[in-house]
């Protein structure tokens, strides 16, 4: 049970360049969630999924695109980089929603 | 939405009892306390959480007032391992119905030998 997974751990990109970063996890979970952690702060809601098939805006949406692809994974794209992009990228899921999340191990992400 | 109020950093030597104290003195009746920590940056590990009762497991104790305007995460016997950053987290119903967590700064918590 390897719990959440998130491929790839660090990637650098230049700006205007595009990347989807994935997400999966192996508990039968049925929400997902994106967030991001800049330097010193907590954490920020980009997206989430509630449910196979479904998708929603968090706290910070604007730069970014979600695929809830099936049950197991949930991917988030960046069509086109920005320096302000450069964080670190937390995938998370719970049973349900009102459920404590799982986080996986994040993916190191910066944009020239 | 509640937000959570932290101190910056604590240190606690080892072997003694970490208590982290934590404000959200805008909490709703049904928004509950959760505590996470986050290890050199690796992704947030759930440690507890309650709504009103105080709540015990093998991790840590957690206390919360009557009112429900602070709460105090307890770490009865502080390791070297248990060095993190330590999030007060609200989680909040949203107007649409769904659920959200409220990540503040957290504490860094240092436990010295």
């Known amino acids: 049970n390897a719990g959440v997974t998130q491929t790839p751990k660090f990637q650098v990109l230049k700006t205007g360049q595009s990347m989807t970063l994935q997400c999966a996890q192996d508990?039968?979970?049925?929400?997902m969630y994106w967030y991001r952690q800049d330097p010193g702060m907590g954490l920020r809601l980009i997206y989430y999924?509630?449910?196979?098939?479904?998708?929603d805006k968090g706290e910070v949406p604007n730069g970014y695109n979600v695929s809830r692809l099936n049950k197991r994974e949930f991917s988030l794209r960046l069509e086109s980089a920005a320096p302000s992009q450069t964080s670190v990228y937390f995938c998370?899921?719970?049973?349900?929603?009102?459920?404590?999340?799982?986080f996986g191990p994040g993916t190191r992400l910066l944009v020239l | 939405d509640a937000k959570t109020t932290q101190p910056t950093s604590m240190d606690c030597a080892e072997g003694r009892a970490a208590n982290l104290p934590c404000n959200h003195s805008?909490?709703?009746?049904?928004?509950?306390v959760y505590w996470y920590r986050q290890i050199h940056s690796q992704g947030p590990q759930y440690i507890i959480h309650?709504?009103?009762n105080n709540e015990t497991n093998e991790m840590a104790s957690l206390i919360i007032t009557e009112d429900r305007k602070s709460s105090t995460l307890i770490l009865p016997h502080a390791t070297l391992r248990d060095t993190a950053v330590y999030y007060c987290?609200?989680?909040?119903?949203?107007?649409?119905?769904?659920?959200?967590?409220?990540f503040g700064t957290g504490t860094r918590l240092k436990v010295l030998a």
């Open positions: 998370a899921s719970n049973l349900a929603e009102q459920e404590t999340q799982y």
């Open positions: 508990m039968n979970h049925n929400s």
């Open positions: 999924s509630a449910s196979e098939g479904t998708t």
């Open positions: 805008t909490i709703s009746g049904n928004e509950y």
């Open positions: 309650g709504l009103k």
């Open positions: 987290i609200v989680r909040v119903v949203t107007t649409s119905g769904t659920y959200k967590y409220i």
